[in-house]
């Protein structure tokens, strides 16, 4: 049987499990494509 | 302090890194600096300034606010690491040995968290950083290292690249569950990240398989401890769910991985655990064009990828151990004596707690038991091409005979183990699966079994019946098998004692 | 070892039976889904999935992730048409004005992807502007571009408002043109 300490840590382990944004490339700077620009608040504004 | 200087370091390269690209010449000239100005001069500071750094960017993980930008630090920390892997000169050690300090004071860092009592150890941040190192590797290695101008380098980062991978499944190997179960899901998802498991592979002459072997036994291992009966808890299924769906993942992409090492992935799987086994044993390799199981014209001896032996990557003679000599002779000349030796050495000395379908324990030793009927089916299999197929598909045959012999004078324990593992090799068409199919009919209707017939051919029922009653997928030649024994005007199942016995079987057959 | 032992794997709705094991691993599950959310197969054809696996669970895996690419030399240093200055400068869009004769030069799809890839920049108001000339129109509700099949002739309405016709319009999620009848309000439209 799982001792109690394996236990709480394997849920621990379970509710802070990675996801895949967690597995995606690092972010980085990159030089920006380009300069901000007030544009029309129709346009989405996520990228 | 020394520390402090090194964090003061650090946060100057993660600001830096804020502001230019990576590939940037400033970037250069820090490194540079930070070679010449003595920070990483010894080893012993190096390991300091990377003890200091991830501590830094753990303790940054934990106080950041978490729905903003977490990782910076460690996002940095890893392109660090990184570029002092491709600039530095090594001259003073070598690049596996810089990679196994820096996974060593990982492994330190970690370890002293991990343990740390008060519960704040989050695994994130750790995964982060493997994540992102696999990540950096992946980019450098493309195309094998052509972005590496210099050629000296470049070649010396090619020569390494399957060390990288073999450093980096070893130190995975130290983090496992068992040892770091506040891991175990960062873990799991490591030894399945898109920047690792599809690459380790394809590594070329299989060079990643062994370690990787390793890490997936270590997760069985781990199942097979917490997989008890009546009492699974929540997270132990999670973690079958995932390990089931990995397992899917690389019989599409790299079939013949789990093709040649069904052997040593029988040996540690959970024996309840029928869905996954049938998954690997399913397994068939690409572009190999299947014919239905089922149909009525089907002819096994006549098609022509029965006649292949499929590869093993691990060759099963190697835990045959003691037992190999009489195996080999018995092969040569079958004898009494020669199989009271085999039979004798497959006793176990103590009990195995194994937790199976109707059993708890066992007697006899399952993995010897595996290597000898694998050692055998191979065997047959090359004499079948070396001679013809009548000196193997022959129940006179020493192949044979040993089979039918443990089988014969095995206690019932002996014979269940021989008969699952002989189903085991039950697969896609080739000379394994064929040969077996002809064993099994054979012995299921044989008339030398004196007045153990019955119990032979139940055991040989319950065999099939229970990896076919099982959600799909079904392996080839099991379904094949099953089919003939259906259709056979020589078996009749519904006629069987101990079929009439169990209602719920003979159900089952008279509808099928 | 016999026919016996399986009665409980037979019965998985009994109550006494079923806590000896745990059905989801001996007798599994329909596979289907699981395959599904790995994509085998994905448009009917195998794909390697394993380069691009988000997460061992389903439930983990509601974001894609950058799989390994590499971008050759020579796309990174396409003389006058992407470059500003020198050829060691990443390509830049900073004037409204000086580089809408750069845009002009990119396929719709590009425009597309710039438009919805850069928010709240100077590109996305040259794409804006470059798309309109191509005669594609931006719906202010559905975030998404269209243009009038050249093959129909649109329905006006009667108060002028409106017009129903057929419209190709451009899928940001699926990524591709997509013909549709429409019920088109002009003041939706920029």
């Known amino acids: ?47 | 302090t020394k520390t402090e200087k090194y964090h003061l370091v650090f946060t100057e390269w993660v600001k830096l890194l804020q502001r230019v690209d990576s590939d940037d010449k400033i970037i250069f000239v820090f490194i540079r600096q930070l070679i010449e100005k003595g920070v990483l001069a010894q080893s012993d500071s190096f390991v300091e300034f990377i003890k200091a750094s991830l501590e830094l960017s753990v303790l940054t993980f934990k106080e950041s606010d978490p729905t903003g930008e977490v990782f910076t630090a460690i996002d940095a920390l890893g392109k660090l690491l990184m570029k002092l892997f491709v600039y530095q000169d090594f001259n003073k050690y070598s690049r596996s040995e810089y990679m196994n300090i820096i996974f060593s004071v990982f492994l330190l860092v970690f370890a002293k968290d991990h343990e740390n009592g008060e519960g704040s150890f989050n695994e994130r941040p750790y995964f982060k950083l493997l994540s992102n190192i696999l990540y950096e590797w992946s980019i450098l290695r493309n195309h094998n290292f052509i972005k590496v101008s210099d050629s000296q380098t470049r070649k010396e980062l090619a020569n390494y690249d399957v060390d990288f991978y073999n450093t980096f499944a070893s130190y995975l190997h130290s983090l496992q569950p068992f040892a770091f179960p506040g891991f175990s899901f960062a873990w799991i998802s490591l030894i399945s990240h898109r920047m690792f498991l599809p690459i380790v592979l394809r590594l070329p002459q299989h060079g990643g398989w062994e370690k990787l072997m390793l890490l997936i036994i270590d997760l069985f291992k781990f199942l097979d401890q917490y997989t008890i009966k009546g009492n699974i808890s929540d997270a132990i299924s999670v973690v079958y769910k995932g390990t089931i769906r990995i397992i899917l993942g690389i019989s599409n992409d790299v079939p013949d991985f789990l093709i040649e090492n069904h052997y040593e992935l029988m040996n540690n799987l959970p024996a309840t655990y029928i869905q996954l086994k049938n998954v690997i044993l399913s397994a068939i390799p690409l572009k190999m064009l299947v014919p239905s199981p089922y149909g009525v014209e089907l002819d096994v001896d006549a098609l022509e990828s029965c006649e292949e032996p499929p590869m093993v990557f691990y060759d099963p003679v190697a835990d045959i151990a003691s037992l190999k000599k009489p195996v080999d002779n018995y092969l040569r000349i079958p004898s009494n004596s020669l199989l009271k030796t085999i039979m004798n050495g497959l006793l176990r000395e103590d009990y195995e707690l194994k937790s199976g379908i109707g059993y708890d324990t066992l007697t006899v030793n399952s993995k010897l038991v595996r290597a000898i009927v694998l050692h055998v089916v191979i065997e047959a299999g090359l004499e079948n091409g070396r001679t013809s197929s009548n000196a193997v598909f022959n129940t006179k045959s020493s192949y044979y005979q040993l089979l039918f012999d443990l089988v014969h004078e095995g206690s019932i324990e002996l014979k269940f183990q021989v008969i699952q593992v002989m189903i085991e090799q039950l697969r896609y068409p080739n000379i394994h699966t064929r040969w077996m199919i002809f064993v099994l009919k054979n012995m299921f209707t044989s008339e030398g079994w004196s007045d153990e017939k019955s119990t032979v051919q139940e055991i040989i029922l319950r065999s099939i019946i229970e990896r076919i009653l099982v959600n799909k997928p079904h392996p080839w030649g099991l379904s094949v098998i099953f089919t003939q024994l259906l259709r056979s005007d020589k078996v009749k199942l519904l006629e069987l004692d101990f079929i009439k016995r169990v209602p719920e079987i003979e159900n089952i057959i008279k509808q099928l | 070892f016999g026919l016996e032992a399986l009665v409980p794997l037979i019965k998985p709705d009994d109550k006494e039976l079923s806590k000896i094991y745990d059905h989801s691993m001996t007798l599994g599950a329909d596979l289907t889904s699981m395959l599904h959310s790995l994509g085998i197969p994905r448009d009917s054809k195998r794909h390697r999935v394993l380069d691009t696996f988000q997460s061992p669970w389903a439930e983990t895996s509601r974001s894609e992730v950058e799989p390994t690419f590499f971008i050759p030399d020579s796309f990174t240093h396409i003389p006058d048409v992407l470059q500003s200055n020198t050829k060691d400068t990443p390509p830049s869009f900073d004037s409204v004005q000086k580089d809408q004769q750069r845009v002009a030069l990119f396929q719709d799809e590009t425009l597309f992807y710039l438009f919805y890839k850069h928010p709240g920049t100077v590109i996305q108001e040259l794409t804006y502007l470059e798309l309109r000339k191509r005669n594609w129109r931006y719906h202010k509700t559905l975030k998404a571009w269209l243009t009038k099949d050249p093959m129909m002739e649109p329905v006006v309405s009667n108060d002028g408002l409106s017009e129903r016709g057929s419209y190709v319009f451009f899928d940001p999620q699926r990524w591709e043109k997509c013909q549709r009848e429409f019920l088109l309000f002009y003041n939706a439209i920029m």
């Open chain 1, 1 to 47: 049987e799982m001792p109690n300490k394996m236990v709480s840590q394997l849920e621990s382990s379970l509710l802070n499990c990675p996801d895949s944004l967690d597995a995606d490339s690092p972010y980085l700077y990159q030089i920006p494509l380009s300069l901000p620009h007030p544009t029309s608040i129709f346009f989405p504004n996520e990228p």
